[in-house]
């Protein structure tokens, strides 16, 4: 059974960091890419960032460049979202999920269709 938890959210000031986490559970993340997605208040869900630990690759949203990093750790089955400078908009429920490895391109790793399984998500919040 396929079973992702998100953590680390919480409240934080502008320009400070917060490290989200994905544990997966059922997941081959030798196998898997692992997509994260954020939904705002009173907007859609977007896309974020990717990591295909099949070959390394790695994707993110324009917006975050710079100051997000994603990163996976297969022997902890965890895949992780380092936010740094974080932004009164970058407030909103975060939430990971699954993909095959062999959907995921420039073009499609944003495209919520592609994931398959998804967490519950995770509130990050930036105000002062």
């Known amino acids: 059974q396929v079973q992702l938890v998100e953590s680390g959210g919480g409240l934080v000031q502008p320009g400070g960091s917060l490290r989200l986490s994905c544990a997966t559970s059922g997941v081959p993340l030798d196998y898997y890419a692992i997509g994260w997605f954020r939904r705002a208040p009173g907007k859609e869900r977007e896309g974020v960032s990717c990591?295909?630990?099949?070959?390394?690759?790695?994707y993110y949203a324009d917006s975050v460049k710079g100051r997000f990093t994603v990163s996976s750790d297969p022997d902890k089955n965890t895949v992780s979202l380092q936010m740094n400078n974080l932004k009164p908009e970058d407030t909103a429920v975060y939430f990971c999920a699954t993909a095959a490895p062999t959907s995921i391109a420039p073009m499609t790793w944003a495209l919520e269709y592609e994931y398959g399984y998804w967490g519950q998500g995770t509130q990050v919040t930036v105000s002062s």
């Open positions: 990591i295909s630990t099949l070959d390394g690759s790695t």
